[in-house]
């Protein structure tokens, strides 16, 4: 799940979405501070797409991975730097068996 992870961030920072999509089930849902539940593969793309354009440059810094592979979890601990606003959150992030990511719960300090 390590490599998975990586890969995951690697993507993300990247804004490569195909790549990202293919991580991702059929029935994959994203809980995230600002669009509050996302399910669904049209939904999901639309979303990350949105994102992306949104926001010229990325910088998604890992500063913490962990792994529970009796639980098939990771979590990140991130620093995220959006056009120079800097955010620090938490992505858990559940796989399932075949190696696909199951949900992503992302959470983040948003300034108000």
């Not at 979405?17 to 793309?45: A, N, Q």
């Amino acid at each position: 799940m390590i490599e998975l992870t990586k890969a995951y961030i690697h993507y993300f920072e990247n804004k490569m979405l195909m790549e990202i999509l293919s991580l991702l089930e059929d029935d994959f849902y994203l809980e995230d501070p600002v669009v509050k539940h996302v399910t669904g593969s049209v939904s999901v793309e639309k979303f990350f797409k949105d994102f992306f354009s949104s926001n010229e440059t990325i910088s998604f810094k890992a500063n913490n991975i962990y792994i529970d592979n009796e639980r098939n979890v990771s979590i990140i601990e991130f620093e995220l730097n959006l056009d120079g606003m800097i955010l620090f959150g938490t992505d858990i992030i559940e796989w399932s068996e075949n190696n696909k990511m199951k949900c992503l719960r992302a959470y983040l300090d948003i300034p108000k």
